[in-house]
């Protein structure tokens, strides 16, 4: 990948590399190298959004119901495309989070959608 050097890089840039890194550390794991099956993305939302999906919340929401919700085409994978509306739609969440009083409530983002 020829992506700007992470040095000259401005902090959106770094922030849209790692997005792109955290996504291929995942979907290179097994079957298609660019999409994430079921058992990367579980392992993916464990370990990059746990404290965001469901490792403090009693709602605990199942990889299958997010597996749906992102999986617009149906193919049973999540591609980057897919990957980057969950990114969106829970930056969304979170601005409105932050916008609203940091943290206080123990409402969980992914609910508001
Ligand atoms: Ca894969
Ligand atoms: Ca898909």
Known sequence: MSLPNSEN???LENAMQLMIQTFHKYSGNEGDKY???KVELKEMLTKELGSYL???CKCRLSVEKIMG???SNNDGEVDFTEFIILVGALTVACNDFFLDGLNVRSEHPWKTR
Do not use: I
């Open 35 to 37: 999409t994430l099956s």
């Open 69 to 71: 919700d992102l999986d």
């Open 9 to 11: 890089a401005t902090t």
């Open 54 to 56: 469901g490792r403090r």
